[in-house]
């Protein structure tokens, strides 16, 4: 997905958030892999981006597949997963976000009662192997 610049910097000032389906992107678009996606151009560089799947039953997916695909293919830290996470929740259209934070929050604390490398290296473990039918 290319966007200039200005329109990216635009999304970026307005806080309008960018939602990603990486799966499906690789697929609609005949990516090589999830390295080639355009991730990075969002993310590193000030937009709010949340990571969805399109169809996962088409598509075999999970959201947290989709996370690791993303996490393996451009060294994203613990850090940058949560903090997808929290965005996600911002961008969402939930009328309680205040309440949604909270839940996700205690959630998070009882799964991660520290962050640590060792919570961060269970994380970045390995994505699955894509699904035959998605190969090239």
Sequence with gaps: CYLPTDCRDRLSAAKVAVELCPTS?????RLDGYADHHFP???HN?????????????FDCT????LEHLAGAFD????DLVRLQRDAIEASFHPDKAELRKRWDRRFAERFPSTNEAAAAEVRSPPPPLPEVMSH
């Design 25 to 29: 992107n690789l697929v609609a678009m």
């Design 46 to 58: 000030g937009v709010t981006v949340t990571v969805n799947t399109d169809d996962a039953g088409l």
């Design 76 to 79: 994203l830290t613990f850090d």
């Design 63 to 66: 959201l947290s597949s989709e």
């Design 41 to 43: 151009n969002f993310f």
